[in-house]
């Protein structure tokens, strides 16, 4: 059974950067569009960025844009998200997710009730 791990979160201070990974064990991801979403005290899950299976489409929420790079490396079945600027307003739970219910999807979905796969989620809190 694939299992989605994510890892990379911590504590630091506005304006550092982090680097998450999302690593999938137990089968591929490769084929599947996939996602990173977050969710702070108090607030319901939201999209931060996705990423089409080939890794050549990408959108990102408005308040993460130009600071956020999502990739990834199917050769290695793992995805990533570079957080660079990072500010108080950040600080949330992140999630990695992947939409299996359509392989190859041209568009990957922003909605997370569309992505079917979850890992545990890793903590990202920045400090002002």
């Known amino acids: 059974q694939v299992q989605l791990v994510e890892s990379g979160g911590g504590l630091v201070q506005a304006g550092d950067s982090l680097r998450l990974s999302c690593a999938a064990s137990g089968g591929t991801i490769k084929n599947y569009a996939m996602g990173w979403f977050r969710q702070a005290p108090g607030k319901e899950r939201e999209f931060v960025a996705v990423?089409?299976?080939?890794?050549?489409?990408?959108y990102y929420t408005d308040s993460v844009k130009g600071r956020f790079t999502i990739s990834r490396d199917n050769a290695k079945n793992t995805m990533y998200l570079q957080m660079n600027s990072l500010k108080p307003e950040d600080t949330a739970v992140y999630y990695c997710?992947?939409?299996?219910?359509?392989?190859?999807?041209?568009?990957?979905?922003?909605?997370?009730?569309?992505?079917?796969?979850w890992g545990q989620g890793t903590q990202v809190t920045v400090s002002s």
């Open positions: 990423i089409r299976w080939s890794g050549t489409m990408t």
């Open positions: 997710a992947a939409d299996r219910k359509v392989p190859f999807k041209v568009v990957p979905s922003t909605d997370p009730y569309e992505y079917d796969l």
